[in-house]
């Protein structure tokens, strides 16, 4: 039977620059509270190699860490069904308010969807809305579930790298 999942409130610094976007956390992370809390995936290690930055031990290290550098994480999902953790099982979805967030927030200059399953989303509930300097664009999933377009590790540091010009 699905199970009726809730995202995470957004990890949010006082100044946010970018907004990097799940889709909904995976079975581990919501198990564990913490965004991208599957060891496996590569989020976190691929922040690591854009800021030159050791790996962190704890969650809070971690959310420290985005916070300094003008991240903040959410989901375009609020709510939804999933059998498991893959975004292809997710139905019935429901947006957190990317909109009012980017609003209340007006240093955002990009919103950064991790993959496709949060890109989709986002155009489905928020395409056609026009927020006046934010960019949105779709980087590489950093999910350790192989697809057919999954890049390498160095791929995805390459294209996640993006992110920079916007802090």
């Known amino acids: 039977m699905k199970e009726k999942l809730t995202s995470f409130p ?20 919501l198990a564990k509270q913490e965004y991208y809390g599957n060891p496996r995936n ?13 790996p962190l031990a704890t969650y809070d290290e971690k959310r420290s860490f ?14 939804c069904f999933r059998e498991g953790s893959l975004d292809a099982n997710i139905t019935d979805e429901e947006p957190n308010d990317v909109i009012g967030l980017v ?31 934010v960019d949105v664009i779709k980087l590489p999933s950093t999910s350790p579930v192989p697809g057919r377009y999954t890049k ?11 992110i920079l010009t916007y802090l």
């Open 42 to 54: 590569h989020f976190w290690d691929i922040l690591y190699e854009l800021f030159n930055q050791a």
């Open 152 to 162: 390498s590790f160095a791929g995805k540091v390459e294209e996640w790298s993006r």
């Open 103 to 133: 609003k209340k927030h007006s240093s955002v200059r990009l919103i950064a969807c991790n993959g496709t399953k949060s890109f989709q989303t986002f155009k489905k509930f928020f395409g056609g809305v026009k927020l006046q300097h």
């Open 66 to 79: 985005v916070k300094q550098h003008h991240i903040a994480l959410w989901d375009t999902i609020g709510t």
């Open 10 to 29: 957004p990890v949010l610094p006082a100044d946010p620059k970018v907004l990097i976007l799940g889709s909904m956390p995976g079975g581990m992370s």
